[in-house]
């Protein structure tokens, strides 16, 4: 029988929580951590994606190509200054940036010889010097690494998020055109060949999850861009299976997953498709089919897996279901749904397309796009009318999204910006692209009426138009919501519905039973004695919201009432404090392992 809880999604962020109160890191964060807080990790349950609090987020960004090339740096710093471009960024709502990079770039900052950063290098001319945070306390300028780190300061100053993704194995401004995760190889700094094998490629990862654990403007980690067929040099095609050969992604991506996730299992895992499965074709790294048939199962459990398809119009590639009189509905039909869409409409997996972009005509209006014969379109007019279509429907069913992107100088799709200039007089310069922004802007998470932007940092406010987590939930989420889900408002921690970690079941029908919600009412409270075991947070009744309150006096010192102290001892023996076996406790009691508190 399957066992269905009132949860907020967030089980194995508590069970994390859990395991360091137990392991004697006490009432306090890592000494080593680079936030403040170190609160904004984030899990999925079903297809949504929700804080530590259990408030649902909604990732909506862009990619920031160039750390995956041989310049080693995000492209465009040579004619810009990053504080101003990371501020441009933030102001023009992006919460999250997606940023590509090599298992070459990883695998010399993990042997301790980053690369150097390539055309960005300060101007010394005090006429005209930017990139100021790029020249080190002695005088250098700032390796790979360093700009890394530099541009994470940024991100937190600014309120966004990022993620990397592992864009090809070698530095290479073309090494996305290679499909699969090994068998290339590059010098290494000492002159000796290095091959990327799969061993290399995980170590390289987990040592990254490890050594940026503390610090959660890197939410996690895109695994391999657009695994795909022997096109582009690859020996093999990318394959979906069950087996045990060498180029099975879901083999690969699991194991991957299980090494990242041991380093830090708050780290979102995102695992893009193939481009074959069963003789369906799709975009490279867009066929998700499989994962119906074969799931990828870290040992840790799936809340931290979001699928991440790509999706593109017809002028990067003409496709079948573009040869028609294209509609959303046609589009769902002949690849969106059995492609990937299926996983969020039927609640199985958060998906978050990772890269959707598009070259478009000088002018464009979007009502008659949609309502005219796509047969009569030029090319460039039906990338605009399959840009409209994809953006509300991710819109309309909350799928997460990172614009491919920013950068103006990617020739299928070329970015949101236009060029980036720098003056002494006025600084940097971001001239955006009016029209694709604009198409773009409304896929944003905001607030329904005032329009404030969204950011997922619970306390630095999303730039200068935005808001944090924290101040939306207390004063927006309510009174006017937002665009998630098309403009519904939101009860903050409102418990959802979900099912327990068995994504082979069949989801519920509206018949099944769910579990009775008749838990027992405390009594009038007594000094001295327990009103209900397990009730932390004195609401009357014991949930998730109770283990949640619990490990934040255990992780943080937040305190508790002293009824709420003496209704978190769940052993009996109420002459102690509190400590991380009753969070267990409670936790096995909420998902039904206990009958009864106390234990």
Same mark, same amino acid.
């Given at each position: 029988?399957r066992r269905?809880?009132?949860?907020?999604?967030g089980?194995?962020?508590?069970?994390l929580?859990?395991s360091?109160a137990?392991s004697g890191?006490g009432?306090?964060?890592?000494?080593a951590?680079?936030?403040?807080?170190?609160?904004?990790? &984030?899990?999925?349950?079903?297809?949504?994606l929700?804080?530590?609090? $259990?408030n649902?987020?909604?990732?909506t960004?862009?990619n920031?190509?160039?750390? =995956?090339c041989?310049?080693?740096s %995000?492209h465009?710093?040579?004619?810009?200054?990053?504080?101003?471009?990371?501020r441009?960024i933030?102001?023009?709502g992006?919460?999250?940036l997606r940023l590509?990079?090599s298992?070459? /770039?990883?695998?010399?900052?993990?042997i $301790?010889?980053p690369?150097?950063?390539?055309?960005?290098n300060p =101007?010394?001319?005090p006429s005209y010097?930017?990139n100021k945070d790029?020249?080190?306390?002695?005088?250098?300028?700032?390796n790979s690494?360093?700009?890394?780190?530099?541009?994470? @300061?940024k991100c937190k100053?600014?309120g966004?998020?990022c993620f990397?993704?592992i864009?090809s194995?070698e530095?290479?401004?073309s090494?996305h055109?290679?499909?699969?995760?090994?068998g @290339?190889s590059?010098e290494?700094r000492?002159g000796?060949e290095?091959?990327?094998t799969?061993d290399?490629?995980?170590?390289? &990862?987990?040592?990254?999850?490890?050594?940026?654990?503390?610090?959660?403007?890197?939410i996690?980690?895109?695994?391999?861009?657009e695994?795909?067929?022997?096109?582009?040099g690859? %020996? *093999?095609?990318a394959?979906?299976?069950d087996?045990?050969?060498?180029?099975?992604?879901?083999?690969a991506?699991?194991?991957?997953?299980n090494a990242?996730?041991a380093?830090?299992p708050?780290?979102? !895992?995102?695992?893009e498709g193939?481009e074959g499965?069963?003789g369906h074709?799709?975009?490279?790294?867009?066929n998700l089919r499989?994962v119906?048939d074969?799931?990828?199962?870290?040992? +840790?459990?799936?809340?931290?897996?979001?699928?991440s398809p790509?999706d593109?119009?017809p002028? *990067?590639?003409?496709?079948?279901w573009?040869? @028609?009189?294209?509609?959303e509905?046609?589009?769902?039909?002949?690849y969106?749904?059995?492609?990937?869409?299926?996983l969020v409409e039927?609640d199985r997996?958060? &998906?978050l397309i990772?890269e959707w #972009?598009a070259l478009?005509p000088?002018?464009?209006?979007?009502k008659?796009?949609l309502s005219a014969?796509?047969n009569t &379109?030029?090319?460039?007019?039906k990338?605009a009318?399959w840009?409209?279509?994809l953006?509300?429907?991710?819109?309309?069913h909350?799928?997460?999204h990172?614009f491919?992107c /920013?950068?103006t100088?990617s020739?299928?799709?070329k970015?949101l910006?236009? =060029?980036?200039t720098f003056?002494a007089?006025t600084?940097?310069?971001v001239?955006w692209d009016d029209l694709?922004y604009g198409?773009?802007?409304?896929?944003l998470?905001q607030?329904? +009426?005032? #329009?404030k932007y969204? #950011?997922?940092?619970?306390?630095?406010?999303?730039?200068?138009n935005? !808001?944090?987590?924290?101040?939306?939930?207390?004063?927006y989420?309510k009174?006017?919501?937002?665009? /998630?889900?098309?403009?519904g408002k939101?009860d903050?921690?409102?418990?959802i519905q979900?099912?327990t970690?068995?994504?082979?079941?069949?989801?519920?029908?509206?018949t099944?039973?769910?579990p009775?919600?008749?838990?027992?009412?405390p009594?009038d %409270?007594?000094?001295?004695?327990?009103t209900?075991?397990g009730d932390?947070?004195?609401s009357?009744?014991v949930?998730i919201l109770?283990?949640i309150?619990? =490990?934040?006096?255990?992780m943080?010192?937040?305190k508790?009432?002293e009824q709420?102290?003496?209704?978190?001892?769940t052993? $009996?023996?109420?002459?102690r404090?509190?400590d991380?076996?009753d969070?267990?406790?409670?936790?096995k009691y909420? *998902?039904?392992i206990y009958d009864?508190l106390p234990?």
């Amino acid at each position: 029988m399957r066992r269905f809880k009132k949860l907020i999604a967030g089980i194995s962020a508590l069970m994390l929580s859990i395991s360091m109160a137990a392991s004697g890191l006490g009432t306090a964060l890592p000494a080593a951590a680079a936030d403040d807080t170190n609160d904004d990790w &984030l899990h999925a349950s079903g297809s949504r994606l929700y804080d530590s609090q $259990g408030n649902e987020v909604w990732l909506t960004g862009a990619n920031w190509f160039g750390f =995956n090339c041989t310049e080693c740096s %995000p492209h465009y710093l040579w004619s810009g200054d990053i504080d101003d471009m990371v501020r441009e960024i933030a102001d023009h709502g992006i919460n999250v940036l997606r940023l590509p990079v090599s298992t070459e /770039l990883l695998y010399n900052w993990m042997i $301790g010889d980053p690369d150097p950063m390539g055309a960005v290098n300060p =101007n010394d001319d005090p006429s005209y010097c930017f990139n100021k945070d790029l020249i080190m306390e002695d005088g250098s300028d700032a390796n790979s690494q360093q700009l890394f780190e530099v541009l994470l @300061k940024k991100c937190k100053k600014y309120g966004i998020k990022c993620f990397i993704d592992i864009h090809s194995p070698e530095t290479n401004n073309s090494g996305h055109n290679y499909g699969i995760w090994y068998g @290339k190889s590059f010098e290494g700094r000492d002159g000796k060949e290095v091959m990327v094998t799969t061993d290399l490629w995980i170590e390289t &990862l987990a040592w990254t999850a490890d050594h940026y654990k503390n610090d959660d403007t890197l939410i996690g980690f895109d695994l391999k861009n657009e695994p795909h067929s022997t096109y582009g040099g690859g %020996p *093999v095609d990318a394959i979906w299976d069950d087996s045990d050969a060498p180029n099975n992604w879901r083999k690969a991506a699991e194991e991957c997953a299980n090494a990242v996730l041991a380093k830090n299992p708050n780290a979102l !895992i995102f695992i893009e498709g193939v481009e074959g499965y069963q003789g369906h074709g799709a975009w490279w790294g867009g066929n998700l089919r499989g994962v119906k048939d074969y799931p990828v199962l870290p040992t +840790s459990g799936t809340s931290q897996i979001v699928y991440s398809p790509h999706d593109y119009g017809p002028v *990067v590639s003409d496709q079948t279901w573009f040869e @028609k009189n294209f509609t959303e509905q046609t589009l769902l039909d002949d690849y969106w749904y059995d492609t990937w869409a299926y996983l969020v409409e039927e609640d199985r997996y958060p &998906l978050l397309i990772g890269e959707w #972009g598009a070259l478009l005509p000088e002018k464009v209006d979007e009502k008659a796009l949609l309502s005219a014969d796509a047969n009569t &379109l030029k090319k460039e007019e039906k990338n605009a009318r399959w840009l409209y279509l994809l953006r509300n429907y991710m819109i309309a069913h909350h799928i997460n999204h990172t614009f491919w992107c /920013l950068n103006t100088n990617s020739g299928d799709t070329k970015g949101l910006w236009e =060029n980036v200039t720098f003056s002494a007089q006025t600084g940097t310069d971001v001239q955006w692209d009016d029209l694709k922004y604009g198409i773009f802007e409304p896929s944003l998470w905001q607030t329904s +009426s005032s #329009g404030k932007y969204i #950011g997922l940092d619970h306390k630095t406010a999303l730039g200068a138009n935005g !808001i944090s987590l924290d101040e939306y939930y207390s004063n927006y989420a309510k009174s006017e919501g937002s665009n /998630l889900d098309s403009g519904g408002k939101t009860d903050p921690k409102d418990p959802i519905q979900v099912e327990t970690d068995e994504p082979t079941q069949p989801k519920p029908t509206e018949t099944d039973p769910l579990p009775s919600e008749t838990d027992p009412k405390p009594t009038d %409270p007594t000094p001295g004695k327990v009103t209900l075991c397990g009730d932390v947070d004195e609401s009357g009744k014991v949930d998730i919201l109770d283990v949640i309150v619990l =490990n934040k006096n255990l992780m943080t010192g937040e305190k508790l009432t002293e009824q709420g102290m003496r209704n978190a001892i769940t052993t $009996g023996d109420a002459n102690r404090m509190p400590d991380a076996v009753d969070s267990l406790n409670i936790l096995k009691y909420v *998902v039904e392992i206990y009958d009864a508190l106390p234990v």
